[in-house]
């Protein structure tokens, strides 16, 4: 079981549906089981992380940290900013729940080993990510999960 922290102050999806989407990218991913620490935090926190620990100061949406199968704690670490998401959400007309749990899907895909940064690496993400919303019965963007993407 994964522990689910929200520092945005409340649960804005219940923790059991947050659950069950990290079980479902783990399961696409071939890493069943692992436990995982997921934050959901505020835009500039994460950008603030994501300048220290990448040097990039520019926004993200999600960053996960692979923290290694040993020493009794979370396998890895998952930062969600809930502002990203809510301002995608609004802007594509989706619920705030979808696309907190595409972002969530996303940064477990990438301790799983998927990569996003080459053309045919993307498409590859993408489809796992739309096969894990298909798991979770939330709906696919099309534009960014088309039904027949490999």
């Known amino acids: 079981m ?3 922290l929200w520092t945005t102050g409340g649960p804005l999806v219940p923790d059991a549906r947050v659950q069950r989407v990290v079980e ?3 399961a696409e991913g071939g890493r069943s089981g692992l436990e995982l620490s997921i934050v959901f935090v505020g835009e500039e926190e994460l950008r603030r992380l994501h300048e220290t620990r990448l040097g990039d100061p520019s926004p993200t949406d999600v ?3 692979d923290l290694g199968e040993e020493g009794g704690g979370p396998a890895g670490e998952l930062y969600v900013s ?3 998401a809510r301002a995608m959400a609004d802007e594509l007309g989706v619920d705030l729940e979808r ?3 595409l972002y969530v899907a996303h940064g ?3 301790l799983c080993g998927h990569d996003d940064r080459a053309p045919r690496e993307a498409a590859r993400m993408r489809a796992a ?3 894990v ?3 979770v019965g939330q709906p696919r963007d099309p534009e960014r999960h088309p039904p027949g993407a490999v």
Do not use: K
């Open 63 to 65: 960053m996960a940290f």
């Open 82 to 84: 809930v502002d990203r």
């Open 133 to 135: 919303l298909d798991r």
């Open 24 to 26: 479902a990218a783990l």
């Open 99 to 101: 696309e907190l749990s």
């Open 108 to 110: 477990v895909l990438h």
């Open 2 to 4: 994964s522990q689910v």
């Open 129 to 131: 990510e739309g096969r």
